[in-house]
């Protein structure tokens, strides 16, 4: 089973900051096969990112994804009040996993 | 509208049984995998099973080997999850999901909305 492990736990941050979190695999995703979602409190989660770093239908620009290999990374480039939320990476190279969470909460 | 709708709330006592519905529509149905994942309260999120959309065959987590079963009935378009010997650690919102793509290694795109099962004495 792959892991992902996310970083920070908790960020806090202001509106109009940027924003950068973090996710590693315990072994390389060669396809680059992962995703990001953001879920707010009492919702499903929403695809964000996929691919690494293709926006899914719908999805601000402001939002991007990075990375390769083990190392993965979501950007918020200027933070919206509606962007405080947790977010979660998925890989799907293999049966997929997710990592344990970022929550993204105001200063 | 493409949606995932999920049958209401559970309440379970340990040792039994649960079973919930995932009816989707506004999209072909056999196209895509559809999956299942939970996320206990305060907690990430745990992916269990996924379904093959042509065949019907199932994937299923290591964990939950002995106790998911997923089956579908393409005439009303619904996949129902069922989990078995129930415990309190799996008190959790249970969501389905429909992949991306329909090739099985996907992001999921599409996600119902949430089933909570309370499992309790």
């Known amino acids: 089973e792959i892991v992902l492990t996310q970083s920070p736990g908790t960020l806090s941050l202001s509106p109009g900051e940027r924003a950068t979190l973090s996710c590693r695999a315990s072994?390389?995703?060669?396809?680059?096969?992962l995703a990001w979602y953001q879920q707010k409190p009492g919702q499903a989660p929403r695809l964000l990112i996929y691919?690494?770093?293709s926006r899914a239908t719908g999805i601000p620009d402001r939002f991007s994804g990075s990375g390769s290999g083990t190392d993965f990374t979501l950007t918020i480039s200027r933070l919206e009040p509606e962007d405080f939320a947790l977010y979660h990476c998925?890989?799907?190279?293999?049966?997929?996993?997710f990592g344990q969470g970022t929550k993204l909460e105001i200063k | 509208q493409v949606q995932l709708v999920q049958s209401g709330a559970e309440v379970k006592k340990p040792g039994a049984a649960v079973k919930v519905s995932c009816k989707a529509s506004?999209?072909?149905?056999?196209?895509?995998?559809h999956h299942w994942v939970r996320q206990a309260p305060g907690r990430g999120l745990e992916w269990m099973v996924m379904?093959?959309?042509?065949?019907?065959?199932?994937r299923i987590a290591q964990r939950f080997q002995d106790r998911v079963t997923l089956t579908r009935d393409t005439s009303t378009r619904t996949v129902y999850m069922e989990l078995s010997s129930l415990r309190s650690e799996d008190t959790a919102v249970y969501f389905c999901?429909?992949?991306?793509?329909?090739?099985?290694?996907?992001?999921?795109?599409?996600w119902g909305q949430g089933t909570m099962v309370t499992v309790s004495s």
């Open positions: 998925q890989q799907y190279v293999t049966s997929p996993t």
């Open positions: 506004g999209y072909t149905f056999t196209n895509y995998y």
């Open positions: 999901a429909r992949d991306r793509r329909g090739s099985g290694l996907d992001p999921f795109d599409i």
């Open positions: 072994q390389s995703l060669s396809t680059n096969y």
């Open positions: 379904i093959n959309p042509t065949g019907g065959s199932t």
């Open positions: 691919d690494a770093s």
